[in-house]
């Protein structure tokens, strides 16, 4: 069984930090291009991150350069999104979602480009950050 699994999440005041992690388990992980995605109520939801399978190139929106870090430890099959300076307008849910895709990178441009992106193979079920101003 496919599971992607969002830990981390919390309260926490504006200009704090928070790590989330995306446990994932029931495919080949090397093989899979990671994103990570949030959204807001009423908004759509955003690509903020991607990490790519062929080469481990990191991709980030604009909208969390250089606040937001992804990284990942293959031999846990987790991918971690640290998030530094957080921002009010960072409250949302965020979600994990893992694709084979045959681009890899092309994918993960995608994801940090494409509002409302939802074509990735799997997804988690989420993780509330609450970012209190």
């Known amino acids: 069984e496919v599971q992607l699994v969002e830990s981390g999440g919390g309260l926490v005041q504006a200009g704090g930090s928070l790590r989330l992690s995306c446990a994932a388990s029931?495919?080949?992980?090397?093989?899979?291009?990671i994103g990570w995605f949030r959204q807001a109520p009423g908004k759509e939801r955003e690509g903020v991150g991607c990490?790519?399978?062929?080469?481990?190139?990191?991709y980030y929106a604009d909208s969390v350069k250089g606040r937001f870090t992804i990284y990942s430890d293959n031999a846990k099959n987790t991918v971690y999104l640290q998030m530094n300076s957080l921002k009010f307008e960072d409250t949302a849910v965020y979600y994990c979602?893992?694709?084979?895709?045959?681009?890899?990178?092309?994918?993960?441009?995608?994801?940090?480009?494409?509002?409302?992106?939802?074509?990735?193979?799997?997804w988690g079920k989420g993780t509330q950050v609450t970012v209190s101003s």
């Open positions: 029931g495919f080949t992980f090397d093989d899979h291009t």
């Open positions: 990490i790519s399978s062929s080469d481990g190139s990191i």
């Open positions: 979602a893992a694709d084979g895709a045959w681009l890899p990178t092309m994918k993960c441009m995608v994801v940090v480009t494409t509002p409302n992106y939802y074509g990735m193979e799997y």
